[in-house]
């Protein structure tokens, strides 16, 4: 719940393994409509709750899962033509945290999910 952030947390662009522990667990996946997929959760950093869209299932497309071994390497910063079926995260909370550019939300934590491809029945 939003009562439950932490104000003290200053900006700063991070990212910790512990991070997409957490939301793992934490985290709920809706599909409202094809190929838009929404996260719902708390920020594993500064407990504000999150609804994080991503807008990405293209990615995906013919693509299985478990291609590769190495996927958890990167996810962010790398330009292939096959993506890693991983996605960047980042807090996109609307609440202050100290130093945070204007142009910007959240407190700047980011990490990567595993959003499972959409089943087919
Ligand atoms: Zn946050
Ligand atoms: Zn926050």
Redesign the pocket.
């Known amino acids: 719940m939003s009562t439950d ?1 932490l104000d003290g ?1 200053p900006y700063e662009e991070t990212t910790d393994d512990a991070y997409a522990v957490t939301a793992a667990h934490t985290f709920s996946v809706q599909r409202p409509s094809k190929g838009f997929t929404l996260l719902n959760g708390d ?1 594993p ?4 709750t999150l609804s994080v869209p991503l807008v990405s299932d293209v990615l995906r497309q013919g693509e299985p899962p478990r291609r590769r071994r190495g996927i958890l390497r990167r996810a962010a910063g790398t330009r292939r033509s096959r993506p890693a079926p991983y996605e960047t995260v980042r ?1 996109n ?1 609307r ?1 202050p ?1 100290s130093g945070r550019p204007e142009n910007r939300r ?2 700047g934590a980011y990490w990567n999910v595993y959003v499972a491809p959409q089943e087919q029945p």
């Not at 950093?45 to 504000?48: E, I, K, L, Q, T």
């Open positions: 952030h947390i920020c950093r500064c407990r504000a807090c909370c609440l945290h959240g407190c």
